[in-house]
Protein backbone atom coordinates (compact mmCIF):
# COMPACT_ATOMS: atom_id res chain seq x y z
CA UNK A 1 0.00 0.00 0.00
CA UNK A 2 2.80 2.82 0.98
CA UNK A 3 4.80 1.66 -2.09
CA UNK A 4 1.39 2.29 -4.17
CA UNK A 5 0.86 5.59 -2.47
CA UNK A 6 4.92 6.78 -3.34
CA UNK A 7 4.00 5.27 -6.98
CA UNK A 8 0.82 7.96 -7.43
CA UNK A 9 3.01 10.34 -5.78
CA UNK A 10 5.96 10.46 -8.08
CA UNK A 11 3.69 10.47 -10.97
CA UNK A 12 1.85 13.49 -9.72
CA UNK A 13 5.02 15.29 -9.71
CA UNK A 14 6.07 14.07 -12.60
CA UNK A 15 3.00 15.64 -14.49
CA UNK A 16 3.26 19.00 -12.39
CA UNK A 17 7.02 18.98 -13.95
CA UNK A 18 5.94 18.55 -17.61
CA UNK A 19 7.91 20.93 -19.95
CA UNK A 20 6.07 23.90 -22.08
CA UNK A 21 6.66 23.49 -25.95
CA UNK A 22 9.74 24.63 -26.88
CA UNK A 23 9.16 28.46 -27.38
CA UNK A 24 6.63 28.91 -25.02
CA UNK A 25 8.61 28.42 -21.95
CA UNK A 26 8.45 32.61 -21.19
CA UNK A 27 4.91 33.69 -23.20
CA UNK A 28 2.55 35.03 -20.73
CA UNK A 29 -0.14 34.54 -22.92
CA UNK A 30 -0.39 30.76 -23.91
CA UNK A 31 -3.87 28.83 -22.53
CA UNK A 32 -4.17 25.45 -21.11
CA UNK A 33 -5.46 24.88 -24.28
CA UNK A 34 -2.81 24.23 -25.74
CA UNK A 35 -1.63 21.44 -24.23
CA UNK A 36 0.62 22.62 -21.52
CA UNK A 37 0.42 21.16 -17.78
CA UNK A 38 1.20 21.28 -14.63
CA UNK A 39 2.32 25.06 -12.91
CA UNK A 40 2.76 26.81 -16.01
CA UNK A 41 -0.79 25.99 -17.33
CA UNK A 42 -2.37 27.54 -14.44
CA UNK A 43 0.19 30.73 -13.91
CA UNK A 44 -0.55 31.25 -17.87
CA UNK A 45 -4.37 30.37 -17.52
CA UNK A 46 -4.43 33.46 -14.35
CA UNK A 47 -2.66 36.03 -16.73
CA UNK A 48 -5.43 35.63 -19.51
CA UNK A 49 -8.19 35.66 -17.06
CA UNK A 50 -6.62 39.22 -16.34
CA UNK A 51 -6.46 40.28 -19.52
CA UNK A 52 -10.13 39.39 -19.79
CA UNK A 53 -10.95 41.38 -16.67
CA UNK A 54 -9.15 44.34 -16.52
CA UNK A 55 -9.14 45.07 -21.10
CA UNK A 56 -12.43 46.59 -21.23
CA UNK A 57 -11.42 48.66 -17.84
CA UNK A 58 -8.06 49.90 -19.49
CA UNK A 59 -10.35 50.54 -22.62
CA UNK A 60 -12.97 52.96 -20.88
CA UNK A 61 -10.33 54.81 -19.24
CA UNK A 62 -8.58 55.85 -22.14
CA UNK A 63 -11.85 56.56 -23.69
CA UNK A 64 -13.06 58.32 -20.85
CA UNK A 65 -9.80 61.07 -20.97
CA UNK A 66 -10.39 61.35 -25.09
CA UNK A 67 -13.92 62.11 -24.49
CA UNK A 68 -13.12 64.96 -22.07
CA UNK A 69 -10.03 66.47 -23.94
CA UNK A 70 -13.10 66.36 -26.95
CA UNK A 71 -15.65 68.44 -24.94
CA UNK A 72 -13.37 70.87 -23.09
CA UNK A 73 -11.96 71.78 -26.75
CA UNK A 74 -15.49 71.88 -27.83
CA UNK A 75 -16.19 74.21 -24.94
CA UNK A 76 -18.71 71.81 -23.56
CA UNK A 77 -16.83 71.46 -20.64
CA UNK A 78 -15.29 73.68 -18.03
CA UNK A 79 -11.18 73.01 -17.47
CA UNK A 80 -12.41 72.55 -13.70
CA UNK A 81 -13.92 69.77 -14.43
CA UNK A 82 -11.70 68.00 -17.07
CA UNK A 83 -9.00 68.56 -14.20
CA UNK A 84 -11.26 66.37 -12.12
CA UNK A 85 -11.90 63.88 -14.95
CA UNK A 86 -8.06 63.65 -15.37
CA UNK A 87 -7.67 62.65 -11.52
CA UNK A 88 -10.31 60.69 -11.48
CA UNK A 89 -9.21 58.56 -14.09
CA UNK A 90 -5.43 59.51 -13.04
CA UNK A 91 -7.01 56.85 -9.63
CA UNK A 92 -8.18 54.18 -11.79
CA UNK A 93 -5.04 53.85 -13.80
CA UNK A 94 -3.22 52.90 -10.26
CA UNK A 95 -5.46 50.61 -9.68
CA UNK A 96 -5.55 48.69 -12.95
CA UNK A 97 -1.58 48.88 -12.85
CA UNK A 98 -1.74 47.00 -9.25
CA UNK A 99 -4.37 44.71 -9.91
CA UNK A 100 -2.58 43.54 -13.21
CA UNK A 101 -0.14 41.74 -11.03
CA UNK A 102 -2.72 41.02 -8.27
CA UNK A 103 -3.85 37.57 -7.14
CA UNK A 104 -7.62 36.93 -8.18
CA UNK A 105 -9.57 38.19 -5.37
CA UNK A 106 -7.50 41.34 -4.89
CA UNK A 107 -7.92 41.89 -8.49
CA UNK A 108 -11.70 40.94 -8.48
CA UNK A 109 -11.80 43.84 -5.65
CA UNK A 110 -9.43 46.84 -7.83
CA UNK A 111 -11.71 46.26 -10.85
CA UNK A 112 -14.93 46.90 -8.64
CA UNK A 113 -13.17 50.18 -7.29
CA UNK A 114 -11.80 51.07 -10.94
CA UNK A 115 -15.23 50.32 -12.02
CA UNK A 116 -16.97 52.91 -9.46
CA UNK A 117 -14.43 55.54 -10.41
CA UNK A 118 -14.89 55.18 -13.98
CA UNK A 119 -18.60 55.53 -13.15
CA UNK A 120 -17.87 58.88 -11.00
CA UNK A 121 -15.86 60.53 -13.57
CA UNK A 122 -18.65 59.74 -16.27
CA UNK A 123 -21.43 61.08 -13.94
CA UNK A 124 -19.31 64.05 -13.76
CA UNK A 125 -18.72 64.23 -16.95
CA UNK A 126 -22.63 64.49 -18.00
CA UNK A 127 -23.18 67.08 -15.14
CA UNK A 128 -20.85 68.81 -16.36
CA UNK A 129 -21.30 68.87 -20.48
CA UNK A 130 -23.47 72.20 -21.34
CA UNK B 1 -3.32 36.47 -25.44
CA UNK B 2 -4.12 35.01 -28.53
CA UNK B 3 -5.36 37.54 -31.24
CA UNK B 4 -8.29 35.34 -31.37
CA UNK B 5 -9.50 35.35 -27.87
CA UNK B 6 -8.92 38.88 -28.10
CA UNK B 7 -11.15 39.13 -30.76
CA UNK B 8 -13.41 37.39 -28.62
CA UNK B 9 -13.57 39.88 -25.67
CA UNK B 10 -14.28 42.70 -28.28
CA UNK B 11 -17.46 41.01 -29.41
CA UNK B 12 -18.18 39.94 -26.30
CA UNK B 13 -18.01 43.99 -25.00
CA UNK B 14 -19.83 44.37 -28.58
CA UNK B 15 -23.06 41.95 -27.45
CA UNK B 16 -23.10 43.84 -24.13
CA UNK B 17 -23.55 47.06 -25.91
CA UNK B 18 -20.51 48.40 -25.13
CA UNK B 19 -19.78 49.68 -28.44
CA UNK B 20 -16.94 52.56 -27.90
CA UNK B 21 -15.09 49.64 -25.92
CA UNK B 22 -15.48 47.07 -28.72
CA UNK B 23 -14.29 49.26 -31.55
CA UNK B 24 -11.29 50.82 -29.13
CA UNK B 25 -10.58 46.68 -28.79
CA UNK B 26 -10.67 46.09 -32.23
CA UNK B 27 -8.31 48.93 -33.27
CA UNK B 28 -5.71 47.56 -30.79
CA UNK B 29 -6.08 44.27 -32.57
CA UNK B 30 -5.94 45.68 -36.18
CA UNK B 31 -2.64 46.93 -34.84
CA UNK B 32 -1.11 44.15 -33.78
CA UNK B 33 -2.80 41.98 -36.90
CA UNK B 34 -0.75 44.41 -39.22
CA UNK B 35 2.27 44.07 -37.64
CA UNK B 36 1.93 40.09 -37.97
CA UNK B 37 1.36 39.15 -34.80
CA UNK B 38 -0.69 35.56 -33.54
CA UNK B 39 -0.76 37.37 -29.98
CA UNK B 40 -1.19 40.64 -28.39
CA UNK B 41 -0.30 41.73 -24.31
CA UNK B 42 -4.05 43.56 -24.83
CA UNK B 43 -2.84 45.18 -21.35
CA UNK B 44 -0.03 46.47 -22.49
CA UNK B 45 -1.17 47.63 -25.89
CA UNK B 46 -4.36 49.24 -23.57
CA UNK B 47 -2.04 50.96 -21.20
CA UNK B 48 0.08 52.77 -23.66
CA UNK B 49 -3.70 53.89 -25.54
CA UNK B 50 -4.25 55.55 -21.84
CA UNK B 51 -0.81 57.18 -21.60
CA UNK B 52 -1.94 58.73 -25.24
CA UNK B 53 -5.43 59.65 -24.11
CA UNK B 54 -4.07 61.17 -21.11
CA UNK B 55 -1.53 63.26 -22.62
CA UNK B 56 -4.20 64.71 -25.11
CA UNK B 57 -6.59 66.00 -22.18
CA UNK B 58 -3.53 67.53 -20.55
CA UNK B 59 -3.03 69.23 -23.54
CA UNK B 60 -6.39 70.14 -23.67
CA UNK B 61 -6.59 71.31 -19.69
CA UNK B 62 -3.14 73.04 -20.71
CA UNK B 63 -4.66 75.08 -23.69
CA UNK B 64 -7.82 76.26 -21.98
CA UNK B 65 -5.46 77.62 -18.96
CA UNK B 66 -3.34 79.15 -21.61
CA UNK B 67 -6.59 81.34 -23.11
CA UNK B 68 -7.46 81.73 -19.41
CA UNK B 69 -10.01 79.48 -18.78
Known sequence: ?130 | MKIEKAKALAASQREKCKTDVADKLDAVIAEAEARGADEIDLLDALAAEDDDARQELQDAIDAAHARGE
Open chain 1, 1 to 130: MRLLLIAVAALMIAACQTAPPAGEANSLTATPSNGTKGFYGYATLGNTAAELELAPLFTTNALIRRTAARRLRGGRIDVGAAEQVQAMADRARALLDEARTAPKDRRHELARSVGEIQQSALTLMERSTR
